[in-house]
């Protein structure tokens, strides 16, 4: 694989961080996922703009223009020959040569990273077919999680703890309501309605779930934004979930009991199929 590191394209064994990095020392960073679905970027504006929200909240100074970033996305496709996958980018405050729990000055420049990850077939996934399975875990992060940031220890513990438990992902929740999942927006439908958490500290600010939200209006679906709880969704018709690497993937099981018929649901499929014809 070809690898881009602050403004230069490299084989990835060659691409080297510093070990006095922020972004290893304190996960003083953020980054962004971006899908590759016939060698072509799905919603690179929305991810753009999420970042820039990102580094604001951060102080993180921007590392390039809007339009140099695009260019090391469609570069990295084609020195790759990605044709579904994603990229992944990291911007951190960058190596201030020590360990200081202060931010550094601003001679400090933030550190770029991007690298691809091709998936051939991903929207073909099998599980989109099947559903998959979800446990309850609690919510213990912290409390600015629509800051996209690389702090992932607790989602990737709870990645885990759903793997052990025979499941594939786990829902976070908070005083008895869902807020996200551990990488993805959670959703349920009663009577025909979708339900989903509004946008708030509380979670991370989906750029699927934006594009979900704004083809299920368009297909004249109703939409309510609310907190639910773990029971209402055990309740629940159907469920799924929304992210830029897994677009629209049903769950079928929470906590080991059964969503509606146990099978991807009617608004689920339709919306998987609705986002993947109007996005590529
Ligand atoms: N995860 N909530 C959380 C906690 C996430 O980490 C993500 C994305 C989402 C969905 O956001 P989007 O639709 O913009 O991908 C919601 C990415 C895909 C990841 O960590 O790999």
Not at 126 to 132: L, M
Not at 153 to 180: I, R
Request: contains cysteine; aromatic residues 8%.
């Amino acid at each position: 694989r070809i690898v881009y590191v602050n403004g230069q394209y490299l084989p990835e064994s060659e691409a080297t961080i510093s070990i006095f990095d922020r972004g290893f020392l304190m996960a003083d960073g953020v980054y962004e996922v971006t899908s590759v679905l016939d060698g072509k970027l799905l919603d690179f504006a929305g991810h753009s703009v999420r970042l820039a929200r990102s580094l604001k909240e951060l102080d993180i100074a921007t590392p390039c223009s809007d339009e140099e970033l695009l260019a090391i996305h469609r570069e990295l496709v084609t020195r790759n020959e990605v044709v579904d996958g994603m990229i992944y980018l990291q911007v951190t405050r960058g190596n201030p040569g020590d360990r200081d729990f202060a931010f550094p000055g601003a001679d400090v420049k933030p550190t770029l990273v991007m690298f691809t990850q091709s998936k051939p077939g991903m929207a073909d996934s099998p599980q989109a077919k099947t559903g998959i399975k979800v446990i309850s875990i609690e919510d213990i992060r912290w409390g600015r999680r629509d800051i996209k940031t690389v702090q992932l220890l607790y989602p990737s513990m709870g990645k885990m703890m759903a793997k052990k438990a025979g499941a594939d992902d786990a829902w976070m929740v908070e005083d008895g309501h869902v807020t996200e999942g551990t990488s993805n927006n959670a959703y349920i439908v009663k009577n025909g309605r979708i339900i989903t958490r509004q946008l708030s500290h509380d979670i991370l600010h989906g750029i699927t779930r934006a594009a979900v939200l704004r083809f299920a209006a368009e297909a004249q679906m109703e939409v309510e934004e609310r907190p639910f709880t773990i029971d209402e969704a055990k309740a629940a018709d159907e469920a799924f979930f929304t992210s830029a690497s897994a677009f629209v993937m049903p769950v079928v099981e929470i906590d080991e009991a059964a969503i509606g018929t146990g099978k991807p649901g009617p608004v689920a499929t339709r919306l998987r199929e609705i986002y993947l014809e109007e996005s590529r």
